[in-house]
């Protein structure tokens, strides 16, 4: 069966740290570029940080520059989402999506709505005091 699961979320304190997990079964994740994405209450999922397959480049928005860290083991057909100095404001169910029509990252290919993604069922994150 292919899926994508995601795990690792839970409940912090602000300035706390989490690190996400994103494991792929029946397919590997080798090949393609790998973003993550969260989606708060009542906003839009948006794109938080992807990495590539190619070359291991990466991009993040500029909310999260600088606390996350996003890698990949492609070893264990797995990619990771080191969250650190957590904030309120990055409340929100994270979600990891393969990119299958490509295998670099690029701010451009970090939206929703466009073709070609293979979406996780998501992980809450609550940082909250």
């Known amino acids: 069966q292919v899926q994508l699961v995601e795990s690792g979320g839970g409940l912090v304190q602000p300035g706390g740290s989490l690190r996400l997990s994103c494991a792929a079964s029946g397919f590997t994740l080798d090949y393609y570029a790998i973003g993550w994405f969260r989606q708060a209450p009542g906003k839009e999922r948006e794109g938080v940080s992807c990495?590539?397959?190619?070359?291991?480049?990466?991009y993040y928005a500029d909310s999260v520059k600088g606390r996350f860290t996003i890698s990949r083991d492609n070893a264990k057909n797995t990619v990771y989402l080191q969250m650190n100095s957590l904030k309120p404001e990055d409340t929100a169910v994270y979600y990891c999506?393969?990119?299958?029509?490509?295998?670099?990252?690029?701010?451009?290919?970090?939206?929703?709505?466009?073709?070609?993604?293979?979406w996780g069922q998501g992980t809450q994150v609550t940082v909250s005091s």
């Open positions: 990495i590539s397959s190619s070359d291991g480049s990466t």
């Open positions: 999506a393969a990119d299958l029509l490509g295998s670099s990252c690029t701010p451009s290919r970090l939206r929703v709505g466009l073709p070609g993604y293979y």
